[in-house]
């Protein structure tokens, strides 16, 4: 790592000679991609770490999405929101789908299912929730919703792998889930996605929608696209799954000692913990709020300047952007919850590896400019790992 900055994230790469041996294997078969024993492996092995039934690979989570909305045939309006990644209203975009943003929850910062109904028009044939840190959504009220009014759900759970709740995976819930193993993920193939489905059926058509809508040689099915994952990066899933429970445990600890160091500074404020029973902590949100002496900008650029590269995700939201902004959903009038997150949002660095000086340098240049500083030189609790 460069000893002159903390970047928000870095990826998970396990040592170099670990991976050697996929790739001699990968250079034997001469099979690059087009489904082969890697691309199989992962698949079988990433059903049985997440503990679900199927799962398709994609080139990434973007297109997860987009063939996601494919398979389930879903057009007209979808109800979203407006607090997430740009990629999750783009992939409605790229089906001729308009987005109908919805305010989120205060606490858990997901789609407010309570504002839901009030969006459904006529053209609305389904819902995009995004499970945002990795932190469940209202999942059984939105399936209820789905249910009253014969909606398709689609959970961008770009940020969820490995989270789970009481019934186990939490990417079971909805018609769809969509991962992102892009390298900023908890979880990466450097790029790549899958799709989480509930039956083989659907699962065939995912297969052939990202193969071309190929179903054999000689007939295509549909207009498909090519979303296929290659050997190497499924080969290099593979060898991150060997890595990836130790990876969580790192973040699970980083998340512990950020939450002591920031308990006693007055107007910073970190995010519960969602309703889920196990999370992956993929990223360390804080929000900060009135009573601290500088605004959020003004924390992101000291913090920029003192090297700790901070991230405002998810600023501007979505709804914000030029392409989005003259929908009527997208008003800020209409997105009240999420207008006032988005202006207090700061991300902290969170990455396996990350060092406890380096966690406690973090947070020691927030309380310098917060207004306890004194009683914020502290022991810092141990940290086994880090
Ligand atoms: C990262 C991300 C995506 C896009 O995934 P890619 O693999 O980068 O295409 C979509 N939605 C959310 C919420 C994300 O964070």
Same mark, same amino acid.
């Given at each position: 790592m460069n000893d002159n900055f903390i970047p928000v994230t870095s990826p998970l790469l396990p040592p170099l000679e670990e991976f050697v041996p996929y790739l001699e294997e990968i250079w034997k078969s001469r099979f690059l991609t087009n489904g082969g024993a890697m691309h199989q492996a992962l698949e079988q092995a990433l059903c049985e770490h997440l503990g679900v039934q199927h799962i398709s690979l994609v080139t990434n989570g973007t297109l997860a999405l987009v063939t996601a909305l494919q398979t389930l045939r879903i057009t007209g309006e979808v109800i979203t929101t407006p607090y997430s990644f740009v990629a999750t209203s783009h992939a409605l975009s790229w089906n001729g789908i308009k987005p109908v943003f919805v305010d989120i929850d205060p606490v858990t910062l997901n789609l407010d299912p309570d504002k839901i109904e009030s969006a459904i028009t006529p053209q609305t044939t389904a819902i995009m929730p995004v499970h945002c840190y990795g932190n469940l959504c209202a999942v059984d009220e939105i399936q209820r919703i789905a249910d009253t009014y014969n909606l398709k759900v689609v959970y961008d759970?770009? +940020?969820?792998?490995g989270v789970k709740d009481n019934g186990g995976s939490?990417?079971? +819930? =909805?018609d769809l889930s969509i991962l992102s193993f892009h390298a900023t993920k908890v979880f990466n193939t450097f790029e790549g996605g899958a799709i989480i489905c509930p039956d083989e059926k659907t699962k065939q058509r995912i297969d052939n929608f990202k193969n071309?809508?190929?179903?054999?040689?000689?007939?295509?099915?549909? /207009? =498909?696209?090519?979303?296929k994952l290659n050997e190497v990066s499924a080969a290099f899933g593979l060898l991150q799954l060997k890595h990836i429970d130790e990876a969580l445990a790192q973040r699970q600890e980083i998340d512990q000692l950020y939450r002591y160091l920031l308990a006693d500074i007055r107007g910073i404020r970190c995010l519960p913990p969602g309703p889920q029973t196990f999370s992956n902590h993929a990223y360390f949100p804080i929000l900060v709020e009135e009573?601290? /002496?500088?605004?959020r900008d003004e924390l992101y650029s000291f913090m920029r300047e003192q090297g700790v590269l901070v991230r405002r995700y998810f600023y501007p939201l979505i709804s914000d952007f030029s392409m989005y902004n003259?929908? /009527?959903?997208?008003k800020p009038a209409n997105l009240p919850v999420a207008s006032s997150v988005a202006a207090k949002i700061l991300c902290l660095p969170i990455y396996p590896g990350l060092s406890r000086e380096n966690i406690g340098l973090i947070a020691d240049l927030i309380a310098i400019v917060g207004p306890k500083f004194e009683s914020n030189i502290i022991e810092y609790p141990p940290v086994a790992n880090l």
């Amino acid at each position: 790592m460069n000893d002159n900055f903390i970047p928000v994230t870095s990826p998970l790469l396990p040592p170099l000679e670990e991976f050697v041996p996929y790739l001699e294997e990968i250079w034997k078969s001469r099979f690059l991609t087009n489904g082969g024993a890697m691309h199989q492996a992962l698949e079988q092995a990433l059903c049985e770490h997440l503990g679900v039934q199927h799962i398709s690979l994609v080139t990434n989570g973007t297109l997860a999405l987009v063939t996601a909305l494919q398979t389930l045939r879903i057009t007209g309006e979808v109800i979203t929101t407006p607090y997430s990644f740009v990629a999750t209203s783009h992939a409605l975009s790229w089906n001729g789908i308009k987005p109908v943003f919805v305010d989120i929850d205060p606490v858990t910062l997901n789609l407010d299912p309570d504002k839901i109904e009030s969006a459904i028009t006529p053209q609305t044939t389904a819902i995009m929730p995004v499970h945002c840190y990795g932190n469940l959504c209202a999942v059984d009220e939105i399936q209820r919703i789905a249910d009253t009014y014969n909606l398709k759900v689609v959970y961008d759970a770009a +940020h969820a792998f490995g989270v789970k709740d009481n019934g186990g995976s939490i990417l079971r +819930h =909805g018609d769809l889930s969509i991962l992102s193993f892009h390298a900023t993920k908890v979880f990466n193939t450097f790029e790549g996605g899958a799709i989480i489905c509930p039956d083989e059926k659907t699962k065939q058509r995912i297969d052939n929608f990202k193969n071309f809508g190929f179903l054999d040689e000689t007939t295509v099915l549909m /207009p =498909g696209i090519n979303g296929k994952l290659n050997e190497v990066s499924a080969a290099f899933g593979l060898l991150q799954l060997k890595h990836i429970d130790e990876a969580l445990a790192q973040r699970q600890e980083i998340d512990q000692l950020y939450r002591y160091l920031l308990a006693d500074i007055r107007g910073i404020r970190c995010l519960p913990p969602g309703p889920q029973t196990f999370s992956n902590h993929a990223y360390f949100p804080i929000l900060v709020e009135e009573d601290f /002496p500088l605004r959020r900008d003004e924390l992101y650029s000291f913090m920029r300047e003192q090297g700790v590269l901070v991230r405002r995700y998810f600023y501007p939201l979505i709804s914000d952007f030029s392409m989005y902004n003259s929908l /009527p959903s997208a008003k800020p009038a209409n997105l009240p919850v999420a207008s006032s997150v988005a202006a207090k949002i700061l991300c902290l660095p969170i990455y396996p590896g990350l060092s406890r000086e380096n966690i406690g340098l973090i947070a020691d240049l927030i309380a310098i400019v917060g207004p306890k500083f004194e009683s914020n030189i502290i022991e810092y609790p141990p940290v086994a790992n880090l």
